[in-house]
């Protein structure tokens, strides 16, 4: 099953992600990106790579 991978340290809160597949991502109070659930189904898996996508600074993954 594909997860979802979240580099905190790059992460600069924009929230494209949330907004995409919020689902599977939140922001927390500093602004960081959190994986809320990491295992994406097939179902989903257009909506994870349309988040990993938005993000303007490539802090996300869909490891496949």
């Known amino acids: 099953m594909p ?11 924009y929230g494209n992600c949330v907004i995409a597949a919020p689902e599977f991502l939140d922001v927390d ?14 179902s989903a898996l257009g909506r ?3 988040a990993a996508r938005s993000c303007p600074v490539s802090a996300l993954r869909v490891d496949r």
């Open 3 to 13: 997860v979802i991978r979240a580099d905190k340290a790059r992460c600069e809160g």
């Open 48 to 50: 994870a790579d349309n």
């Open 29 to 42: 109070d500093e602004g960081v990106v959190v994986v809320i659930q990491e295992h994406v189904p097939d």
